[in-house]
């Protein structure tokens, strides 16, 4: 992806989204050729000139300070992800050449992989381009149509783009679908020359035309918390809790656990997939065992 593209876009697409009464301008009505503010109204907020802003604006981050970058913040009244994905595409614009490409991370520690098998709940661990490295197996039954496909490793993002059960999965489709692009522009900010995650961006774009609407709104997110509804084919509703934490050690690799409400009808569910999910490893341990003898 071209640096100076992505912070062009950006920022218009920030500055469209702002009114003048939003960023405290006087309006003295008319009609206005430009959605949101003018490039002369964000210069004047940030305490830019004019010729300054534009030159920022057509993606000329190299050299830009720290002071002004904080500024353009305010004037388009960014929030913290928006914030780091901005101070993300400066750091990119001044980077050298030899300090672009950071490779993926694709191998998971064996003790990263015995704290996975210690948790009671729904756990795994994804990288930056919502790869599932590793899962535990009540983690590996709830995403379990997920994991029923060709592909390995299994990618959250493909699913929900190119897979007609994500929909019936995902009840509120819409708006996974609306976070999961916006995880994945976070991500290209930090790390626009990973060609595994440029390779999957482009491969949506060109399979998935709700992929293609939200990926020019240029929205950015990162998991942090919050409440998802699955359909699970097997146990049916659910309503969990999440929690994503990065791995320090490990850049670039996220710990998502889910969990319902003790007493809930999700918790029950859980239960009841966690015992599924038991009986099908048993019965598939006893099938390879059986394959073994025979063999």
Known sequence: MDNK?????????????????????????????????????????????????????????????????????RALQLDETERAHLFDLARTANASVGTRRRPAVSRVRPGVIRLLDSIAAPAWLRNGRMDILATNTLGR???????????????????????????????D??????????TLRAEAGKNPYNRGLTD???????RSEEFRIRWAAHDVYQHTSGEKRLHHPVVGDLELTYEAMQLVTDEGLTLLVYGAEPGSKSA????????????????????????????
């Open 5 to 73: 593209t992505e912070i062009r876009d950006f920022l218009v697409t920030r500055r469209a989204r702002i009114t003048p009464e939003q960023a405290g301008l006087p309006d003295f009505g008319g009609k206005r050729r430009v959605a949101g503010l003018r490039r002369e109204e964000v210069a004047m907020l940030a305490g830019v000139s004019v010729d300054y802003y534009v030159r920022v604006e057509r993606g000329n981050l190299g050299g830009v300070s720290e002071g002004v970058l904080e500024a353009l913040v």
């Open 173 to 182: 489709w819409n708006l996974i679908a609306s976070g999961t692009v916006a």
């Open 200 to 206: 999957l961006i482009g491969e949506l774009s060109t």
């Open 268 to 295: 029950d569910a859980l239960g009841l997939l966690a015992s599924w999910a038991a009986t099908e490893a048993r019965e598939s341990r006893a099938l390879s065992i059986d394959e073994h003898h025979a063999g």
């Open 141 to 171: 039954a709830l995403y379990a149509p997920v994991f029923d496909g060709p592909l390995t490793p299994p990618n959250t993002a493909r699913f929900a783009f190119l897979d007609p059960r994500a929909a019936d999965f995902w009840p």
